[in-house]
Nanobody
Framework: QVQLVESGGGLVQAGGSLRLSCAGS????????MGWFRQAPGKEREFVAA????????DYEDSVKGRFTISRDHAKNTVYLQMNSLKPEATAVYYC???????????????WGQGTQVTVSS
């Protein structure tokens, strides 16, 4: 069992930055693939970024490449999503997720946090 708690969301102007954190607990957290997804009102949940258990490989949705960075700190049992040069279309609820498969598919992940709201004003 893995428990995930996100934090760091908020309101930011376009062009600004936010860093989301996801604190994890549970026996298998350190061996889990971690991901970030987002869901905007009226839209399906979509992949944002993923990182392997070792942190050696990362993957990003095309529209965030070069602006978002996913990382993990095993000592703190925390995964981060640094978001720079934010655009209004990034407005969504952001979810942290953990699973055993390195994938862009939401169905590949077993555990989800409660989500944190990110709002980017124009």
């Amino acid at each position: 069992q893995v428990q995930l708690v996100e934090s760091g969301g908020g309101l930011v102007q376009a062009g600004g930055s936010l860093r989301l954190s996801c604190a994890g607990s549970g026996r298998t957290f350190s061996r889990s693939v971690m991901g970030w997804f987002r869901q905007a009102p009226g839209k399906e949940r979509e992949f944002v970024a993923a990182i392997t258990w070792s942190g050696g490989s990362t993957d990003y949705e095309d529209s965030v490449k070069g602006r978002f960075t996913i990382s993990r700190d095993h000592a703190k049992n925390t995964v981060y999503l640094q978001m720079n040069s934010l655009k209004p279309e990034a407005t969504a609820v952001y979810y942290c997720t953990a699973g055993g498969y390195y994938s862009r598919r939401a169905a590949s992940y077993d555990y989800w946090g409660q989500g944190t709201q990110v709002t980017v004003s124009s």
